[in-house]
Structure formats: structure tokens, C-alpha cells
């Protein structure tokens, strides 16, 4: 028999380093959580805070300010933040019906200010008029709905650098929270708070300018909530504003991708001076962010009473009418072999089975017949080709026509002569996109 003689500082040393092994493989997102992020599509983005009462950029016009302005901000604004017309349980109906699948709601944004109840601070939500815990009554609602949940979290805390006597800036080395113990204290306690008395999170955004350089926060998550997906700080989160000039990927992508859009030109409720794009606008975001294998996060700045700005209800109603009629094809979907053809924009179902042909740009009238040529798509015996809505058997008040839907391979390319048959609204006009259906698609 052969003896073996262990060392025992080199067993130590090894023992720890499996053991730090498995924690680093685990502490990432899990592949099921990124499949879904694929999958939902579409997410609603909340930015609320407490100066949401003067319509200022949200926590940022606190950086270069002076120390009346900070005064006002961290001691007057919370005493008068009362949203007495906040109404979660609305905010979420019209959530669901406009087709979003989950909720980012800001519940610490970089001025510091807790949307939710804590132990941390007393610059929170339960020191204000209005005393209940918003984010409490926020994720009751939308899981009420079938919402998935999902926070964003700012590393960032200017009440707490204005605590320290510290100058308010996001690029001092003494604002990042592995520089500032104090600071990454605060901020792991309000994290285990948030992930603690809400039940299970399905998201959380860690926002911050040094982006990695969290102190460790997001495998902080994954040891409370393994399942956590964290999009911010783990995956590609660009953000869309026309303020900004950003715009979307140029191409495809395979791996999960969030895009952050505003409505207008502010996260936040801006009451002057702001610029919204349309509902078409949104509509045709949406489908190129899908197109190129993305998720769309749109945001909306509520009122300082709690209510929806009614520019910004209006266009998520009209993005609910398109989505009622055309869900299919933005859900459970994946990029096409090529994600346009000229105004012609694709998804393919994730399953395989269907094609998705987006029409945009094209003033379509009611009982026309339109027809396209597509070069990527090729049709078997078993295709089916549907304008999606519609049951291409009816046009109202002419039963005369049978709108049904045409198509045949000719010369390599798919020729498809479809109607629009569905009426959308009372004029008979629709700006929006008509999305094609096709079935059993064959290989060029």
C-alpha cells in the first residue's frame, strides 16, 4: 500500500480555491432568465422621484448646485411629495393591455431618494405626506397582473456623499462605492432590504457611471437571489433618447440586449419645455429593437400626484391597439436570417415555424390591395400566408370582396398581394405597421 502525505496548507489553499471557483461560476444570470429576457420583448420603464415636483433632470441638477439648492432638495422637497392620485393598481391594467411583460421601477435613482420604506436613511418615501410605501403597493399591483418584477438601483447616492460633507459628483474617486466604505455599506443594506420584504425579483438595473466598479453588487444579488437576471452591469443596456443622439445597434445580435428608450426627451416628468415622438414611432423602435434580437425598455415619468402625463398614456394606448393586434409577433421571436429588407422588417417565431413580415413607412388604406416582394423568405406546399388580425374572409359592408391573402414564388422572390381588412379605427385610417404571417417557411 502507497501512503499519500497531504500538506495541509496546500489542501487549505485548494479547497478554497474550488470553493471560490464555484461561487464565480454561479455568480452570473442564469441562461433561463436570459431566454426569457429574449422571449418578453417588451418592458416598462418607471424614473419617479421626489423631484419629480419641479420637472427638473432627475437627480442631476444636484451636481454643480450650491448649498441653498442642496438644502432645498434633501430637506424641503420631501416635506411636500404627497401623490395622493397614485393609483398602482391602474398604472398596471394599463400596463398589461398595452402588451408590456415586466416592470423596471426606479426605486433609488442617483439623488438618493428611497421610493420604498427603509432602515437605512430617512430620506425615503415614509418621511414624506404621502408615508406609504409606493414600491410596496407598485409590485403588489403588477404581480396582480402577471408583470414580472424588476428594479433599478443607483449605486450613485448624492444624499449620502451630502451627509459625508463631500462634494456632489459622479467621477470623484471618493463617489465610487469601492472608494467609499460608508457608501457600499449603505447600499448592500438597502440591496438586502429591496431583496429581502419584496419577494422574489425578476430584475434588477444596476445604473452607476463606473459601470463594473460596483463594489460587487450584482453578485451580491445572485447571493440573495440566484435567479435574479441583472441587466445593467451584466449585459448591453444602451440607452435611446432623442436628446441624446444614441441610436440602435447597427446589426444583429445573438446575445440578450436591452434597449432603454425615453418617451421624450427626460426620464423623468418633464411638464415644459419636452417633445415627445409619436405612437408610430414607438411602434417602428419596437420592431427594429426586436428585429435585431433585442428587448425594448420604454419609459414613462409620472406626475408628481401619481398620475400618468396624458401625452405618455396616450401613446402606450395606441402601442396597446397595435399590440392587441399584432403580439405574436413580438413575443417569443428571434432575429429572421436578415432583420430588413428595405421598409420590410422580420422576426421568426422562436420555434421556428412562422415568419413575421413588418410593413412600415407605407400609407395603407383600408380595402387596399398592396403587393411585395420579398428575397429572403421562400414558401413550401404547406405555407400560409395571413395579414395578422384579420381572418382575410370579410371587409365590412362589401361582402362582395373576399380579402384573402396571395401569394406565389416567382422568379427566386416571394410575391405576396395582401388587403387590409381590419378596421382599426372609425376613419378607417391606420399609420401603423401591418405584419404578415407566414407558415412553414423553406429554405432559398
Not at 432590504?193 to 453578485?219: C, M, S
Amino acid at each position: 500500500m502507497v501512503k499519500i502525505k497531504f500538506n495541509r496548507r496546500i489542501l487549505v489553499v485548494l479547497i478554497i480555491a474550488i470553493l471560490t471557483n464555484l461561487h464565480t461560476a454561479s455568480a452570473e444570470n442564469k441562461p433561463e432568465k436570459l431566454e426569457w429576457l429574449k422571449d418578453a420583448g417588451f418592458g416598462l420603464f418607471i424614473h419617479w422621484s421626489v423631484d419629480s415636483q419641479i420637472g427638473t433632470v432627475i437627480s442631476h441638477s444636484l451636481v454643480g448646485a450650491d448649498d441653498a439648492y442642496n438644502e432645498f432638495f434633501f430637506k424641503e422637497l420631501p416635506q411636500t411629495f404627497n401623490p395622493k392620485k397614485y393609483d398602482p393598481d391602474q398604472w398596471a391594467r394599463l400596463a398589461r393591455v398595452a402588451g408590456f411583460k415586466y416592470v423596471v421601477f426606479t426605486v433609488k435613482h442617483h439623488s438618493g431618494f428611497c421610493m420604498f420604506e427603509t432602515n437605512t436613511t430617512d430620506f425615503d418615501i415614509a418621511n414624506t405626506p404621502y408615508r406609504g410605501d409606493i414600491t410596496r403597493e407598485l409590485v403588489d399591483a403588477f404581480r396582480a397582473q402577471g408583470l414580472k418584477i424588476g428594479f433599478y438601483f443607483s449605486p450613485d447616492d448624492f444624499s449620502e456623499f451630502y451627509r459625508q460633507g463631500m462634494l456632489i459628483s459622479r467621477v470623484r474617486d471618493e463617489a465610487v462605492p469601492t472608494s467609499n466604505p460608508e457608501l457600499m455599506k449603505l447600499n448592500k443594506a438597502q440591496v438586502r432590504e429591496l431583496l429581502t420584504n419584496y419577494g422574489d425579483i425578476d430584475v434588477f438595473f444596476i445604473d452607476g457611471i463606473r459601470g463594473l466598479r460596483d463594489g460587487g453588487l450584482k453578485e451580491y444579488i445572485w447571493e440573495l437571489q440566484p435567479h435574479c437576471l441583472v441587466t445593467r452591469g451584466a449585459i448591453s443596456t444602451p440607452e435611446i433618447a432623442p436628446s441624446t443622439g444614441q441610436s440602435l445597434p447597427e446589426a444583429m445580435k445573438n446575445e440578450p440586449w436591452e434597449a432603454n428608450f425615453t418617451m421624450g426627451t427626460s426620464w423623468h416628468y418633464k411638464p415644459t419645455n419636452e417633445h415627445y415622438r409619436d405612437g408610430t414611432q414607438w411602434i417602428h423602435s419596437l420592431i427594429e429593437t426586436r428585429a435585431k434580437g433585442g428587448t425594448m425598455l420604454l419609459n414613462i415619468g409620472p406626475k408628481p400626484n401619481g398620475e400618468i402625463p396624458i401625452e405618455q398614456e396616450s401613446i402606450l394606448r395606441e402601442i396597446a391597439a397595435w399590440m392587441a393586434i399584432n403580439r405574436e409577433a413580438i413575443y417569443d421571436v428571434r432575429p429572421w436570417d436578415v432583420f430588413r429588407e428595405g421598409d420590410l422588417w422580420f422576426t421568426r417565431s422562436k420555434k421556428g415555424d412562422a415568419v413575421y413580415v413588418f410593413v412600415t413607412n407605407l400609407e395603407w388604406r383600408y380595402g387596399e390591395w398592396r403587393t411585395f416582394r420579398l428575397n429572403s423568405i421562400k414558401t413550401t406546399e404547406k405555407s400560409k400566408v395571413t395579414v395578422l388580425g384579420q381572418n382575410d374572409q370579410v371587409l365590412e359592408y362589401k361582402p362582395e370582396i373576399i380579402p384573402q391573402t396571395r401569394w406565389e414564388m416567382r422568379n427566386g422572390q416571394l410575391e405576396i398581394t395582401a388587403m387590409r381588412a381590419q378596421r382599426i379605427y372609425n376613419d378607417r385610417t391606420w399609420p401603423n405597421p401591418v405584419v404578415l404571417k407566414i407558415t412553414n417557411v423553406g429554405q432559398l
